[in-house]
């Protein structure tokens, strides 16, 4: 069987004048959990977006899990892929509640006629037990807390019972308890569910304890690839985002970056 879940071969991407992924590659194994970092505009989400069957190839080829995307095949390549947009501001008044948007995961697999049975009604309430929300699932999407809220978007990628989980940015504008929450949650899902991730994250401090591998993309190419050991260094990470950066060792052995 083939171990490798993504093979990128120079990907390049634009939305109308503005080129956002200038050549690509980027192979991915089963199993790996990939972190994505870089400067704003650097072409990460853009990335994700590739992988997810949404972006419109002006070259190159992509495979995922499988097969090669042609502009008709994203969706059902979407049913097998997981997706964690951004934290979101959710209007207050948004009349659907936890356990409803958690459903919205398994609608893919459903089709649009078909109502949720008693299995998918199980599959929900077990992503909502493994991300901790069993006890809100009646709450209305809109009266949760960023943290909160960032565990029904995981569980509902996890409601899909997908292969590969794409992460973008899940902890940004979370606070610092919230942010570790949700990282130390992700990487228990990566290692139960035997999942391929890849997390887009601005925050440095957390690859060196979640990634097995770190990619450095900055103005629409891979910069860098490696252990974040080796590539999470003052001199990568102040010539990738051209400002001086230092990273130092705390006593949780995580790197944490110093901006001078
Ligand atoms: P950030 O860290 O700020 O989220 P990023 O690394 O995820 O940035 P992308 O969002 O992939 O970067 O954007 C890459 C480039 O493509 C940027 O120059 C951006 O302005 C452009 N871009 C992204 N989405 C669109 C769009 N829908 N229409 C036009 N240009 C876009």
Redesign the pocket.
């Known amino acids: 069987m083939d171990n490798e879940l993504i093979v990128i071969d120079n990907a390049v991407v634009s ?2 004048e ?1 080129i ?1 992924l200038r050549g690509v590659s980027l192979k991915v194994s089963k199993g790996e959990f990939v972190g994505i970092i ?10 994700l977006t590739v992988v997810n069957g949404l972006g419109k190839l002006l070259e190159g080829k992509v495979r995922v899990l499988g097969h090669y995307l042609t502009p008709g095949n994203g969706h059902s390549l979407r049913k097998r892929v997981g997706y964690v947009p951004q934290v979101q501001n959710i209007d207050p008044r948004m009349p659907i509640c936890v356990r409803e948007v958690v459903m919205i995961g398994r609608y893919g697999i459903l089709g649009l006629f078909r109502r949720p049975g008693k299995s998918d009604y199980e599959i929900v309430d077990e992503a909502l037990e493994l991300v901790g929300m069993s006890h809100l699932t009646q709450r209305p999407i809109g009266h949760l807390s960023g943290g909160e809220l960032q565990r029904v978007s995981i569980a509902r990628a996890l409601a899909q019972q997908p292969e590969l989980l794409l992460l973008d ?1 899940p902890t940004a504008s979370l606070d610092w308890k919230a942010q570790s929450d949700i990282l130390e949650l992700v990487k228990m899902i990566h290692n139960t569910r035997s999942l391929t991730t890849l997390f ?1 994250t ?1 925050d440095l401090s957390c690859l060196p304890v979640t990634c097995d591998r770190v990619v450095l ?1 900055k103005e ?1 190419i891979i910069w860098g690839e490696g252990s974040p050991g080796e590539l999470l260094t003052d001199d990568n990470l102040s010539r990738l985002y051209d400002m001086p950066v230092s990273v130092v060792q705390s006593r949780r052995e995580k790197a944490v970056p110093v901006h001078q």
């Open positions: 939305y109308r503005d956002a870089g400067p704003n505009g650097a072409g990460k989400t853009t990335l940015e887009v601005h993309m629409g």
